[in-house]
């Protein structure tokens, strides 16, 4: 089961653990004693939720004893599939956030290989912006005529002196880019300039919402097409 650490209220000494459900996600939610986070009741309340068996948690947005939690064998909630997965959908955020109108813009993917997602955002995007760089040594040439043969020829091999408006990674980056990037590899990808949020219905607000949105979609309860994204960028 998934663990939900939130503040207590209230005076209480001891971590009060009980069941809940967000959005019909089971969750067994521990309170942090007294009415504030200090390292210690953060331990304690890891500790309780580590004996019942949890090992994944949720926690509020901009949590900041994470390395308490993490000390007492819990992990985060992961994120990075439903990231990659919401790759086409982040892109087309983090180009209207630039203000790159889509016949104008040239993505580049990039990756160790071909994997589900990549090709998955190959798909999507390709139709949709004005040039798609392929940029992925093991299958890439495979996936460009895929591309080309559905759609035509707005898919080009990457390489220096390209261009991209915004590269995705799906791989770890090995080497510097022009533009902008958004890192989608590893099991929490930091996409701090990036809001989640649900088509319909409002989120909770105890728990970070890409966390609780990956949770969802992870165990069936939502849809992808269920999840919006939108880009705010500091100028």
């Not at 947005?61 to 919401?86: H, I, K, M, S, Y």
């Not at 956030?97 to 990039?110: C, I, K, T």
């Amino acid at each position: 089961m998934t663990g939900h650490i939130v503040p207590g209220t209230g005076n209480r000494l001891l971590v009060h653990l009980a069941r809940e459900r967000l959005l019909g996600l089971p969750l067994l939610r521990g309170e942090v004693p007294g009415n504030r986070l200090t390292p210690g009741r953060v331990r304690r309340t890891a500790r309780a939720l580590r004996k019942q068996g949890v090992v994944h948690v949720l926690a509020p947005e901009d949590f900041p004893l994470w390395e308490e939690v993490l000390a007492q064998g819990l992990r985060p909630v992961e994120t990075g599939e439903l990231c990659r997965a919401l790759a086409g959908p982040i892109a087309l955020a983090a180009l209207a956030g630039d203000g790159v109108p889509l016949w104008e813009a040239r993505v580049a993917l990039w990756g160790d290989r071909v994997t589900r997602a990549l090709r998955a955002a190959a798909l999507e995007l390709c139709p949709q912006v004005r040039q798609l760089l392929v940029e992925v040594p093991a299958g890439g040439e495979g996936l460009q005529r895929e591309l080309s043969r559905e759609f035509g020829l707005p898919v080009v091999e990457g390489g220096p002196g390209r261009g991209a408006h915004l590269t995705l990674f799906f791989a770890p980056a090995r080497h510097g880019r022009g533009g902008r990037s958004v890192d989608l590899s590893g099991e929490n990808p930091v996409l701090g300039d990036y809001r989640f949020r649900l088509r319909e219905g409002i989120l909770p607000d105890d728990a970070a919402a890409l966390s609780l949105l990956a949770a969802l979609w992870s165990s069936g309860r939502l849809e992808r097409d269920g999840i919006a994204v939108e880009a705010y960028f500091h100028t």
